[in-house]
């Protein structure tokens, strides 16, 4: 039963340039949320996507936006880096229901500079 | 506001001590679940536990047990005999009533040396 898949795991980028990270999620899961993890804290959700809309987002601005595909897999794309973009993004799949376990993939380390 | 305080930023202990995390949290949901993660080196965070804010009875699995305790806003958990394989971030989070998302405290680090 293959888990939460990220990708890439690792990746480096100059301020003002755009990223696209990809998650596919574990078998059988619908949704897809993206989470924010700096250094020293604890994930800050981004948004969840389920039916290839975005269902919920948090306090992030538009420079953040995602998709998600027929398949269920899913972007999110920062547009405009920031040095303060650099972080862990954690993708989290799930069941429909808003109260269904969230399982993380490996998550990706952006570093922006 | 923070929804989830987890006060205790760092804890240290020598192998087969027990280790208690404490977490507190903040709803004025009555429906509402709680999670534990943990999260080693690697990143990748593991979900250890769900509890729903119906049941109160604790849990133990195996050397993790549960203590939720909604008098307190509590959700406190051990680590008994702990073995240098449990070092890693742990962390507390909510969920709350038509609320999607995961609240996360800000995490302990327990480091368990041999």
């Known amino acids: 039963d293959a888990g939460v898949t990220q990708s890439p795991t690792h990746l480096i980028k100059t301020r003002g340039q755009q990223v696209t990270l990809r998650c596919s999620p574990k078998s059988g899961h619908d949704t897809v949320s993206w989470y924010q993890q700096a250094l020293g804290q604890g994930p800050q959700f981004i948004f969840q996507?389920?039916?290839?809309?975005?269902?919920q987002r948090g306090n992030f601005p538009d420079r953040f936006s995602g998709h998600q595909f027929p398949n269920y897999s899913s972007e999110l794309n920062v547009n405009a880096l920031l040095l303060g973009d650099s972080a862990l993004y954690l993708c989290?799949?799930?069941?429909?229901?808003?109260?269904?376990?969230?399982?993380f993939g490996p998550g990706t380390r952006l570093l922006v500079l | 506001a923070q929804k989830v305080t987890q006060a205790q930023t760092e804890i240290s202990v020598v192998e087969k001590e027990d280790v208690t995390l404490d977490c507190v949290y903040e709803?004025?949901?009555?429906?509402?679940?709680l999670f534990w993660y943990k999260q080693p080196p690697s990143g990748e965070l593991v979900f250890l536990i769900r509890r729903n804010s119906f049941d109160e009875q604790n849990e133990i699995s195996g050397r993790y047990s549960w203590n939720f305790q909604k008098s307190t806003s509590s959700f406190n958990f051990t680590i008994t005999a702990s073995q240098v394989v449990d070092s890693a971030v742990y962390f507390c989070a909510l969920s709350e009533a038509r609320d999607y998302k995961l609240s996360f405290g800000a995490g302990t680090t327990v480091t368990v040396r041999a």
């Open positions: 709803t004025r949901d009555t429906t509402y679940y």
């Open positions: 996507y389920y039916e290839e809309e975005e269902r």
């Open positions: 989290a799949s799930s069941l429909a229901s808003g109260y269904e376990t969230q399982y």
